[in-house]
């Protein structure tokens, strides 16, 4: 199983000092951490893509490109790309590029993201979101599977004969996820080509989190990629530790009191309850964390958000040390222990995707991972029944 980072970028003042870091400072400190989680022998690092303030991380290829250089192990990702309001085009060519230089040591995540604004400024509206995420990514796939597109569709100008550059490495595109919250639609888009479907649940209770993955899960069967628990799953989480309890909980509260993001709202005890923020010690969160798979089954992603709401960045490192030394090992041990011999433990490497191109004849052909079901011959954009099966989950 892999376990990693994610992180927002955002730019918080530091509720205890009054200090502020400007953009440089904070991109170069999110720089740091990618570089310390690869040394600390974590097997991710993702990051978010925002275009609006308090958020930096505008460009994650150019991060993401920098810290193939320096990085030795380290998955490569992010947490989201937006789906909806970058061109597919540019996303082709950009992500193709960034598995080529990092020979395959990546994959992403579509998402829509979550700041309404964004879309007006990139020429979309965002009551068109949903679609947008269907249409584009439908387009995407094509521009990573067949070398010649011609293609037209509803939210951009056609294409005629356009090859997007470089070519995905070995003929094979990146592995993907896609992210939601709340939407059914996105589930059942990553059942429906059988990606990954990430639940970011750091919000929510893990009743909701379960009933979507259960919901991707059914999809995935149903589109014939193999049994339900085989499906690619990952999570979202959030901790604050240290060796004693108590002064975990009194060092994180002003943090916690002030964030943007859930700052002024619950009390830190309610949201503690209430969704995957676990503050304490490592066996807390180990206890908390191994009990994940008794709500949504065994998962291949567990990443954490641990460099918000302004927390320092010695203090960031120090809660990645403690994750990769005390928490991750155990965790590993535990869930793999548990793990059926036929579900994958990881999500699928570049090097496997390759060997199973090869091993099917598919290697670069437009139909690997193609944009119909191998079953009934429909598209995504065409498919209306996962809204019938999302309302069956109530969903």
Do not use: C
Request: no cysteine; hydrophobic share 35%; glycine share 10%.
């Amino acid at each position: 199983m892999q376990f990693g980072i994610f992180t927002v970028g955002d730019v918080t003042t530091d509720p205890t000092t009054g200090r502020t870091p400007d953009d440089t400072e904070r991109v170069r400190a999110m720089l740091t951490i990618a570089k310390h989680a690869d040394e600390a022998g974590l097997d991710v690092f993702a990051t978010g893509e925002h275009h609006n303030p308090p958020f930096v991380p505008s460009s994650p290829t150019t991060m993401l490109g920098y810290l193939t250089g320096v990085t030795k192990n380290i998955v490569l990702s992010t947490s989201t790309t937006l789906i909806t309001t970058n061109d597919p085009v540019r996303l082709a060519e950009e992500y193709a590029m960034l598995q080529v230089i990092s020979n395959g040591r990546m994959d992403l995540m579509m998402g829509r993201g979550n700041t309404g604004p964004v879309y007006p400024w990139f020429g979309q509206d965002i009551r068109n979101g949903i679609p947008l995420a269907i249409e584009n990514y439908a387009l995407l796939r094509r521009l990573w599977t067949e070398d010649v597109v011609d293609w037209e569709g509803k939210f951009r100008t056609p294409l005629q004969g356009f090859t997007s550059t470089p070519r995905p490495l070995d003929g094979v595109p990146p592995f993907v996820w896609h992210g939601s919250i709340r939407s059914p639609e996105i589930a059942e888009q990553a059942a429906y080509y059988g990606d990954g479907f990430f639940h970011n649940n750091i919000f929510w209770p893990i009743s909701h989190t379960k009933q979507m993955v259960q919901f991707y899960r059914q999809r995935w069967e149903h589109h014939g990629h193999g049994p339900a628990d085989t499906a690619i799953v990952g999570l979202g989480g959030q901790v604050f530790m240290r060796k004693d309890s108590q002064k975990a909980w009194d060092e994180f509260r002003p943090y916690f009191d002030n964030a943007p993001v859930y700052g002024h709202g619950p009390s830190m005890e309610d949201f503690t309850r209430e969704t995957p923020l676990t503050v304490g010690s490592p066996q807390q969160v180990i206890d908390r964390y191994a009990a994940m798979r008794e709500h949504v089954g065994d998962y291949q992603r567990q990443l954490f958000l641990m460099d918000h709401a302004g927390l320092p960045l010695k203090t960031v490192l120090e809660q990645i040390d403690l994750l990769a030394g005390e928490v991750v090992p155990v965790l590993r041990k535990e869930m793999e222990a548990a793990r059926p011999a036929h579900v994958p433990a990881n999500p699928p490497s570049h090097a496997e995707r390759v060997a199973a191109a090869r091993a099917a004849g598919t290697e670069g052909a437009a139909h690997v991972g193609g944009t119909e079901d191998r079953w009934t011959g429909r598209t995504a954009e065409d498919d209306q029944e996962p809204a019938k099966a999302g309302a069956a989950f109530g969903l």
